[in-house]
């Protein structure tokens, strides 16, 4: 049977509908949907997320038009992704124990300090300063690194939400940013297209590591300090408490103790199973985007920066849906969304026209959008305080399945065709959502 939220992990009931706050303010639908902005901290959190979050929509456009110029290759693609998903998929799992144990705010600034000279290198191989031109290995080491950074640096970015927001805003923090993200999504790829198109991939780059920069600034106003992580449960306090153990042995203990508690906790493990399935299968998708504008639909950098952004409007739709829904049935709404993407991307690969597509892209946007959140959601209401930060370094191994997935969707890809190797895929998403809503109770009823 499913173990309840730990305590204090539910949301009171939302206000009553109204048009207009009785002291006259904001409505109380726009009041409830953006209450965690009230918080300094998480405003902090939240514009430093917001410019990561942009880097990261800009070099997905960047570097997959980059590869594809450079080598023609759907294979090429995969094998840059797999190139991130490595390490992405080795060190998550020790991002988490470092979440756990070490200030989240340094590990978060650190990250973001190697992603912004990471930026800065590409910069200046892309426009061909000192007499070096770009190649290949270039983007294929810079991914690898980098998804070796971001690994370590995820978990503590994301669980770091919990340490500044109370619990009763846990919901509507997370939904909130979500919806920066998908902001980003929506302006992010168009902005990189344009520039790509209007000037080069180097001012690209350029503006990426000027964006991390900033994101650090923001990042260094954070606390160190958790606010709310350890006041609400005795393992939280007792682990304040706690001697600070020695390296090695414990963080070797530390890191087997959390694959552990996920492997065990029913809740968790359904969570992240299901999740898996989600992003292996349809994820893929993403980045192979460029072959597919080229290849289908015969466009190029500027339309493929229209597309995501377009997908992006209806990711900002399905997060601010996410961020002004209660605490009831979110086990439900999570397998609707993983539905609703398997449907949104089986229309994408079998659409050939460029308008066609567009349209498609809000639906595709608003299922990942509420899928990522949902998810993130539950992960976090379920788990225990002191293990959260290995839990949600398990969920961001997501990001290195996503890669793996798109090196084997790659090849499929060459082989078969993009529309085929894609679309198939897509439909097993959408059987295995039927079958989980069905015969997995344990995920249906997750609240």
Request: proline fraction near 6%; charged fraction near 10%.
């Amino acid at each position: 049977m499913v173990q309840p939220p730990p305590a204090g992990a539910t949301e009171p009931p939302p206000p009553a509908a109204g048009s207009a706050s009785p002291d006259g303010g904001p409505p109380r639908w726009f009041a409830r949907t953006f209450a965690a902005l009230e918080d300094p901290n998480f405003r902090l959190l939240y514009i430093s997320n917001i410019l990561q979050f942009g880097s990261m929509q800009m070099q997905l456009v960047v570097r997959g038009w980059l590869v594809f110029h450079l080598t023609g290759s759907f294979a090429a693609l995969g094998t840059m992704a797999l190139a991130n998903a490595i390490p992405l998929l080795l060190f998550s799992p020790i991002g988490g124990v470092i979440a756990d144990r070490a200030p989240k705010k340094t590990v978060i600034q650190l990250g973001q300090g190697y992603n912004a000279v990471n930026a800065t290198a590409l910069a200046i191989l892309a426009a061909g300063w000192f007499g070096l031109e770009l190649e290949f290995w270039h983007l294929f080491l810079s991914a690898f690194l980098q998804g070796g950074v971001n690994s370590i640096m995820q978990p503590a970015r994301q669980s770091m939400i919990s340490d500044l927001v109370p619990r009763e805003r846990l919901t509507n923090a997370i939904g909130i940013n979500a919806s920066g993200q998908t902001l980003m999504q929506l302006v992010g790829p168009g902005i990189a297209g344009f520039m790509i198109a209007a000037v080069s991939p180097a001012i690209v780059f350029a503006t990426m590591a000027a964006m991390y920069a900033l994101a650090i600034t923001f990042t260094m106003r954070l606390p160190t300090r958790p606010l709310y992580a350890f006041a609400q449960t005795a393992a939280g306090i007792a682990a304040a408490h706690a001697p600070r153990r020695s390296r090695g042995a414990g963080g070797v203990k530390d890191l087997v103790d959390g694959m552990r508690y996920v492997t065990h906790d029913p809740a968790i493990r359904t969570v992240i199973a299901v999740n898996f399935l989600i992003v292996v299968v349809v994820m893929p998708y993403t980045m192979l985007l460029p072959g597919f504008v080229s290849e289908v639909l015969h466009k190029g950098a500027f339309e493929q920066g229209a597309l995501q952004s377009v997908q992006g409007v209806g990711a900002l739709i399905g997060a601010m849906v996410v961020a002004s829904t209660g605490s009831r049935g979110r086990g439900k709404l999570f397998i609707g969304c993983g539905a609703l993407l398997g449907v949104g991307i089986v229309a994408f690969a079998a659409s050939a026209n460029y308008w066609v597509t567009l349209p498609l892209m809000v639906m595709i946007g608003a299922g990942q959008a509420g899928r990522m959140a949902f998810g993130q959601v539950l992960i976090q209401a379920y788990s225990a305080e002191e293990y959260r930060g290995r839990v949600m370094s398990v969920w961001f191994m997501e990001f290195g399945l996503v890669q793996f997935g798109t090196f084997i969707v790659g090849f499929l890809a060459e082989w078969f065709g993009p529309q085929l190797a894609i679309g198939g895929l897509a439909a097993t998403l959408v059987v295995g959502m039927i079958v989980v809503a069905l015969f997995v109770p344990t995920m249906r009823n997750l609240e």
